[in-house]
């Protein structure tokens, strides 16, 4: 599972990232020792065995279905590049 | 006073209390030596003066009143990744080098209610990424017992704080190793709690299934005076585990007489730096001493843990750090075409080199046809490795090792070779993977001078085991008494 530079650049795509050839492929050198030490996992079996996501073998907590937190949008906004009427502003999507 | 000021988080916490001075006046001698360290150690991103006295006076207020909490005018610092209320939180980035938390995190609410005195937030590795403070935006943070060298990361400026005896404790956040890394590096202890004791509410997200916020401090002891502080149940925390009380320090003087210590034959192969691994057999000897048995454990899939943490890790960092696009907080790029363009500039210029890179990894793992083979695979090792602990703790009470394979190396040293840089955390990072407690404590120095050391780690839960460990072992050796020069 080689990484090409070609996936350099569609994954900065997916990941929001704009990156430019000459750092793509300075990343992408490092990218592939990075994954030279990464598949060294690929020699592991690991038929049957159940992926482990979570430290702790919980379930979820769940609770009564109730407002419990403040409004708090003027101070969550007060953080905010760009607002308007207590709206986000970001650049015009549609025409 | 001037001992006062040097002194552990307890011999400050009774001083106080005893009235040799007020929680003012040491704030005031507090202040003015992170000033006068900061040129040298670059420990802080942000010093709040005005918060701190004011902290201090209600402290003396009930100090005087003789209502006073545990922790009531003893200084300390959070790591720059951790919310506090109307002050500054940067998480060592750019993108956030403007950002005010608009609330705080749940650990530094127990420390406030503790009645500690906050003095300011501590430099760290940008989102908690580094294992040496240098990717850090405002700067590397430097080690107190030779500027030339890293403290450690990503927690290192909390690191660097306590180790020069600016604070007597710090907070910190361990996701792989960033917590006793650099306590090892900076000679002072660091201990990771099992994750869910304490909440990761307010904590800014790096990697959800490993962030685990723990503590610097120079004592066994003074650990669990903080971790008094900081754990408990919080239900905006959906991992936090509601759990009885416990009072950390319970166990501290208990005999080690009939211990079992587990050694792990992978934790003293080759590669350890000789020094360090002279050190950490001159503790086990001192542990044979104090009554405990040394027992051989093999953890078999250990030696995987680091190229499973870094599909982990990234994974989650690439989805966490997605919040970040320049909308809601955080930087926006200036000139922009339009809203996909926005979002592109915003991250490109916002986050630094080693971010980048870890969220492009957590990408390509996560991204169609790959999920599979990287992130399903990684977890599923990840089970093997806690198994191999699970069947080392029938055999043994805690498991030693060096808590890294070198002492400090010299800044700029590894900047260049990621994969190197991540083998810092080759001790270290089981310990997220598994979720159970560990913690680094000081166990002597290397042929130029520079601080070791080992790595306790506890089943689930064990904190106050470990702790007790800790303790008895410092109270038979002195290295935690050592200060770097110029800093006593």
Redesign the interface.
């Known amino acids: 599972?080689a990484?090409t530079l070609d996936?350099?650049h569609?994954?900065?795509h997916?990941?929001?990232?704009?990156?430019d050839a000459a750092a793509a492929r300075e990343?992408h050198g490092?990218?592939e020792?990075?994954?030279?030490?990464?598949?060294?996992?690929?020699a592991?079996d690991?038929t049957g065995?159940?992926?482990?996501?979570?430290?702790?073998d919980?379930m979820?907590?769940l609770?009564e279905d109730v407002v419990t937190a403040a409004d708090?949008r003027e101070?969550?906004?007060?953080?905010?590049?760009?607002v308007e009427d207590g709206l986000?502003l970001?650049?015009r999507?549609v025409e | 006073m001037s001992d006062v000021v040097t002194g552990t988080l307890a011999q400050v916490a009774a001083a106080l209390r005893a009235k040799q001075l007020s929680s003012v006046e040491l704030t005031r001698t507090v202040l003015a030596r992170v000033d006068a360290a900061q040129g040298a150690l670059n420990a802080f991103v942000t010093v709040d003066a005005e918060g701190a006295l004011a902290q201090a006076r209600a402290a003396d207020t009930a100090l005087a009143r003789g209502n006073a909490p545990p922790l009531a005018g003893v200084p300390i610092a959070h790591k720059d990744v951790i919310m506090t209320a109307g002050l500054k939180t940067t998480c060592g980035s750019r993108m956030l080098s403007n950002?005010?938390a608009?609330y705080d995190a749940f650990v530094a609410e127990g420390l406030k209610n503790a009645g500690t005195v906050l003095i300011g937030k501590t430099n760290m590795d940008e989102f908690a990424m580094g294992s040496s403070n240098e990717t850090s935006y405002f700067g590397a943070v430097r080690n107190p017992w030779n500027t030339e060298y890293v403290p450690g990361g990503s927690s290192g400026g909390s690191a660097a704080a306590v180790s020069a005896r600016l604070v007597p404790g710090a907070t910190g956040t361990d996701t792989g190793g960033s917590i006793r890394q650099p306590a090892s590096l900076s000679g002072i202890c660091g201990l990771k709690p099992?994750?869910?004791v304490c909440s990761r509410y307010g904590l800014i997200a790096f990697a959800s299934?490993l962030d685990t916020p723990g503590m610097f401090a120079r004592t066994a002891e003074d650990c669990g005076l903080m971790l008094n502080a900081m754990a408990g149940h919080d239900?905006r925390d959906?991992?936090s585990?509601?759990r009885a009380r416990e009072d950390y320090t319970r166990d501290l003087t208990v005999s080690l007489d009939g211990l079992r210590i587990g050694l792990p034959a992978e934790y003293f192969g080759s590669g350890i730096d000789p020094d360090v691994a002279a050190a950490v057999e001159a503790a086990l000897a001192e542990f044979r001493r104090l009554g405990a048995t040394t027992v051989d454990i093999a953890l078999p899939?250990v030696n995987?843990s680091?190229?499973?943490y870094?599909?982990i890790a990234p994974a989650e960092a690439?989805s966490n750090l997605?919040r970040f696009?320049?909308?809601?907080?955080?930087?926006?790029a200036e000139k922009?075409?339009?809203?996909?363009?926005?979002?592109?500039?915003s991250?490109?210029e916002g986050?630094g080199?080693e971010v980048?890179?870890r969220?492009?990894?957590g990408?390509?793992?996560l991204?169609h046809g790959?999920y599979d083979?990287?992130y399903?695979?990684?977890?599923?090792?990840?089970?093997?490795i806690?198994g191999d602990f699970q069947r080392a703790y029938e055999k043994c009470d805690v498991i030693m090792g060096p808590t890294a394979p070198s002492p400090a190396f010299k800044i700029g040293a590894k900047t260049d070779?990621?994969?190197q840089m991540?083998l810092n955390d080759i001790f270290t990072v089981a310990g997220n993977?598994?979720?159970?407690p560990a913690m680094s404590i000081p166990c002597g120095f290397d042929r130029v001078g520079l601080p070791i050391g080992l790595q306790v780690q506890g089943n689930?839960f064990t904190e106050a085991k470990i702790l007790n460990v800790a303790h008895r072992y410092q109270q038979a050796t002195d290295w935690h008494q050592r200060a770097p020069r110029g800093t006593a």
């Not at chain 1, 101070?75 to 760009?82: E, H, I, K, N």
């Not at chain 2, 696009?325 to 926006?332: E, I, P």
């Not at chain 2, 922009?336 to 500039?345: G, N, Q, R």
Request: hydrophobic share 45%; charged share 20%; aromatic share 12%.
């Open positions: 599972m990484l996936d350099v569609r994954i900065a997916l990941a929001r990232i704009e990156i990343v490092k990218l020792a990075i994954f030279a030490m990464i598949n060294t996992l690929q592991v690991t065995i159940e992926p482990m996501s979570h430290a702790q919980v979820l907590p609770r708090q101070l969550f906004q007060s953080v905010a590049p760009a986000y970001v650049p999507v | 950002f005010t608009p099992t994750y869910g299934s239900e959906s991992t585990l509601d899939n995987l680091v190229p499973v870094y599909v690439s997605s696009d320049g909308v809601r907080y955080g930087h926006r922009y075409t339009d809203l996909m363009d926005m979002y592109k500039k991250r490109a986050f080199a980048k890179r969220i492009l990894v990408t390509y793992v991204s790959y083979a990287y399903l695979k990684a977890q599923q090792v990840r089970r093997l806690a070779d990621p994969v991540y993977l598994t979720g159970a689930y």
